[in-house]
């Protein structure tokens, strides 16, 4: 068994009187690539809310490499190696591209970069994620698929040692989503671990070890990709009732 | 031996055009006016380093302008200190509760920040009304030393004292403009919680955003007091002196350092052309109207303009 690098134990949140979590428990080893999934609304984004520390949640804890992180603030979990795209983009929008990927590496990775060579360092990230072209473009201006490849970027950028990406290839070509999938494959393969949310089904399938299954906050399946496909509670979730 | 950089090389000019101006000029007048733009510049320096840089637009920056020259004037009072150390005074308690006023505030967002900071004004306005010591509503008179170094006339010396802490303020705002620091607050005026999650200290520079101004706009209210040598707190907040501080930065651009540095010499000199040949009271009127158009017309300002036009250009 590798080690556990993430752990969520009885997350709950709570916006107001409705419960967006409840009583989630999730774990992620080093190096592993698990698969997120689950109908719209059934809190996948505010799990990720919750593990990056963009919103903290009401109960339970989330520990790190064996260290409780519940309740550190977002850019110290950024520090620690926690990295997530988000799924509605949020570029900086008075810098370019390229500059975009520059606020990561000089503060999340800082520890982890090597300060001469940040525009480097940059560069290799854009040209990766097939950014390079644009890199000295406004990022306000960009299509939202080109955002949301930015999104992917600016996390990789930050270095991590676990990247959720959220829903990066919303909108994608096929031929688009194979790259992407290619991508985080490659960052898998240099140690990082995965979470991926998607709602496309190919890729989830393809990328995946592991999927874990969100309904109406609360988890309803974690096993390996098959037999979780074919659990009846699955199906019924997705075919909704 | 490395190249020094045409900033460095405007400053030195600029300073040496000074001195200059000192001994050829006569009129008296020039050296008042030439104050009150220095004056307005550093304060829309400052202001643009947390309401532009940072992007927490506010209404309440101009209070430690007041604060520093009440700091000069008890410090002056108590102590008798010389200029130059009522400046480091006042930047220091400026910067201070600049960093206190942040951390009380700085959770707020957009309009309700703004409107905290404009009631931290008038607590502050209050306090200094009701501080007898420094004269409290009556206001101070200041005498000014008969000493003028070198220079012909105190208002001299007192100009070219604004020129050079003018032009340190915009080193200083270029500096940070170009740092790791400033993108880290380009990035919280772009999206605060994107900074965070890429690892910015958001609280933490907000702070130092803070502090950078309250210290900045103490330093262009601490010779206030020896220039007018009359000083009650209405003065000392006065909305017009705030209204510029604001106007200039976003008539000239707030994302790049050359924004209200721009803004503060064009708004600067067209309100001291029309306060003499027209009246003091259109004034505000012109820089109201002015940042009407700006705001809606062209938000990023005289920069944001010409970034425009350059770029279409080379496209
Ligand atoms: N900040 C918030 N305030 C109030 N309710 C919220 C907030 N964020 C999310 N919710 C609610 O919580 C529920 C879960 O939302 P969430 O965005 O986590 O779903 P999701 O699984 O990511 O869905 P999708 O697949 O559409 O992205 C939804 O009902 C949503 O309306
Ligand atoms: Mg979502």
Known sequence: MSDVILRVENLSKRFGGFTALQNVALHLTAGERLGLIGPNGSGKTTLI???????????????????????????????LGIARSFQIP?????????????????????SRAEHRRITDEA?????TIGLKELAGKSSGDLTQVDMR???????????????????????LSG???DEIIEILLGLN??????????HIMRAVMKFSERVAVLDAGQKIADGDPQSVIANPDVQRAYLGE | MSKISPFWVSAAVVLAAGLAFTEIVENQYYFTAIYLILQGLIMAVAWNILGGFTGYVNFGSAAFFAVGAYTAIALDKALGLPLPLLIVAAAAICGLIGLGVGYLTLRLKGVYFAIATLAMAIVLETFITNWSYVGGARGAYILTPDKHLWFD???????????????????????????????GLAAIRDDEVAAECAGVPTLRLKLVSTTIMGAMMGVAGAPYPFFVTYVDPLSAFNLFVAVNAIAMPMIGGTAHWIGPVIGALLVGSMQEIVKVNISSELNILIVGVMLVLFISLAPQGIVGLV?????KRKA
């Open chain 1, 49 to 79: 809310n919750c593990i990056s520390g963009a919103l903290y949640n009401d109960d339970g804890t989330i520990v790190f490499e064996g260290a409780d992180i519940t309740r550190l603030p977002p850019h110290q979990r950024a520090r």
């Open chain 1, 90 to 110: 949020k570029p900086f929008r008075s810098m370019s591209v390229l500059e975009n990927l520059r606020i990561p590496l000089e503060y999340a990775a800082w």
């Open chain 1, 123 to 127: 560069m290799h990230v854009l040209e």
């Open chain 1, 149 to 171: 490849k930015l999104e992917l970027a600016r996390a990789l950028a930050a270095k991590p040692k676990v990247l959720v990406s959220d829903e990066a290839m919303a909108g």
């Open chain 1, 175 to 177: 031929a688009e989503v």
């Open chain 1, 189 to 198: 393969r240099t140690g990082v671990a995965v979470i991926m949310i998607e």
């Open chain 2, 153 to 183: 006339s105190y208002s001299e010396m007192l100009f070219m004292l604004m020129l050079v802490l003018a032009v340190v303020s915009v080193a200083i705002s270029r500096k940070l403009n170009f740092s790791r620091l400033g993108r």
């Open chain 2, 307 to 311: 970034q425009k036009h350059f770029l």
